[in-house]
């Protein structure tokens, strides 16, 4: 039987069922457990950073040398000369999309990736468009999340840092939906969730709760999914004031649950201190090792009818 | 010789049409955007336009006649927007010959720009600005970008298309 993702483009996380979801899980699963080295044999694959993202490209583009494919592309588009010669996106895809069997794309502007699916006459897959999307990244946070919890449901999760402007935690909050989660929130009020995800929470009767302080909630949570509150965008007053309550620290895990492991999207830079990274809680490194699994089930289901 | 024709106690009788629309039970405040979204002060059609008029359903309504203009089913949509609850008259040689209330769209095209500053309809002509529409719990109609996947009520949309919400 056809998998249902095959020849489809992969751009948003909201456009997932439920059961598509499980299907990637179950082969990010497969393929970490029994790694294939055939499913993209033959295949060139497009990876085409218009915005350089150096983990999520690398990350990529292991996927895919792992699956046995090969890969064409650029790491950031001002060592091209797209855009230079002014020519238009939608131009630059159709041509690099006439010579691959998918491409991978990533975009500073919001929208870019729909553009490049609506235009391309192979599967396009998002790998971040602005603040939008970033769907591969939403996966590997549920597989991590399986992985260390042996489920999806009825997860206790808390999202701690910039939950405003925080693109991973909107879309794993939305996925999460479907799981019947208990959310934490912990920001700064400045840096709050905003209220369409809250509304969404809302309408799939999800329970959270708005908090100030990591200790709080740090005896309720199966996973603590940390962000970088980012010094830009505050003054510097106000900023010292309140990065010490966003910096997790040893001794703030004395709490957890035993269960507990802390999740990062990274590039960590002082939020987490160091000597955290050495207690059993700290996951965030596997996280990022879980990407390529990640994202050698979505390549593996696109280009393949069946595995 | 003058549209409006006598102002009785309780009604404002204009002028009827040869042939075009009337748009009746436009919300208040609406005709002026009609007129500003579709650009019709810049042409020459004949066109009588009724402000806050008493009307038993919306308790004041606005009322647009507009000669030799009929609307093109995109076009009805995007009025819609401005006026979900109108009511289109088609006239031609004076009769009416087609009448039908306006419904909200599931979809716009091409209408309306997109308030996000970062989306790429701003900067991609390929890219036409596309909204998905619908009603929230709290009854407001709400626009989602099909490109950012931004969702914005029809207010903010409409202001930042330069249009009174």
């Known amino acids: 039987m056809t998998n249902p993702l095959f020849q489809k483009d992969i751009i948003s996380i909201s456009e997932f069922t439920r059961e598509h979801i499980e299907l990637i899980l179950k082969t990010a699963r497969q393929l970490k457990e029994n790694p294939r080295d055939d499913l993209l044999k033959g295949r060139l694959i497009g990876v085409t950073f218009f915005e350089g993202s150096t983990r999520t490209r690398l990350s990529f583009e292991t996927a895919i040398h792992r699956l046995g494919g090969q890969v064409i592309g650029f790491a950031d588009a001002s060592n091209t000369s797209l855009g230079k010669k002014g020519e238009t996106l939608a131009d630059s895809i159709r041509i690099i999309t006439s010579y691959v069997d998918a491409l991978v794309m990533r975009h500073h502007m919001e929208g870019a990736a729909r553009l490049a699916a609506d235009i391309s006459p192979v599967p396009v897959i998002n790998a971040g468009d602005g603040a939008n999307q970033h769907p591969s990244q939403t996966i590997l946070d549920l597989f991590t999340i399986y992985e260390t919890q042996g489920r999806l449901n009825e997860i206790n999760i808390a999202f701690v840092g910039d939950l405003k402007y925080g693109r991973t935690v909107h879309s794993l909050a939305e996925a999460l939906c479907n799981y019947n989660a208990r959310i934490y929130l912990v920001s700064p009020e400045s840096l709050a969730m905003p209220k369409y995800i809250l509304d969404t929470l809302d309408k799939h009767h999800i329970e959270y709760s708005i908090h100030q302080t990591i200790e709080e909630v740090m005896p309720k949570v199966d996973i603590l999914y940390m962000t970088r509150v980012q010094k830009e965008r505050f003054d510097e007053t106000e900023y010292q004031h309140l990065r010490s309550k966003y910096i997790l620290t040893p001794q703030m895990l004395t709490e957890a649950r035993s269960n507990m492991k802390i999740l990062h999207p990274l590039p960590r830079i002082d939020e987490i201190t160091l000597d955290v990274d050495s207690t059993p809680h700290a996951y965030y490194f596997k996280q990022a090792a879980n990407g390529v699994y990640a994202r050698q089930a979505l390549l593996s289901l696109v280009l393949n009818k069946e595995i | ?165």
């Open chain 2, 1 to 165: 010789m003058s549209d409006t024709t006598q102002i009785s106690k309780d009604k404002l009788l204009v002028e009827a049409i040869a042939n075009g629309t009337v748009i009746d039970h436009i919300a208040p405040g609406q005709a002026m955007n009609i007129l500003r979204l579709f650009k019709f002060l810049g042409k020459h059609n004949h066109i009588t336009v009724g402000f806050n008029l008493r009307s038993g359903e919306l308790g004041s309504k606005d009322i647009i006649k507009i000669s030799d203009v009929t609307f093109s089913p995109s076009e009805t949509e995007q009025l819609a927007i401005l006026a979900p609850n109108a009511t289109i008259n088609v006239i031609s040689n004076y009769k009416v010959i087609d009448k039908y209330d306006l419904r909200l769209p599931n979809e716009t095209i091409g209408a309306f720009k997109c308030p996000n500053s970062n989306c790429i309809t701003h900067v991609e002509e390929a890219a036409t600005p596309r909204f998905k529409i619908f009603v929230n719990s709290n009854q407001e109609v709400m626009m989602r970008c099909h490109y950012c996947e931004r969702v914005f009520t029809r207010e903010v949309v409409l202001k930042n298309n330069g249009l009174e919400p």
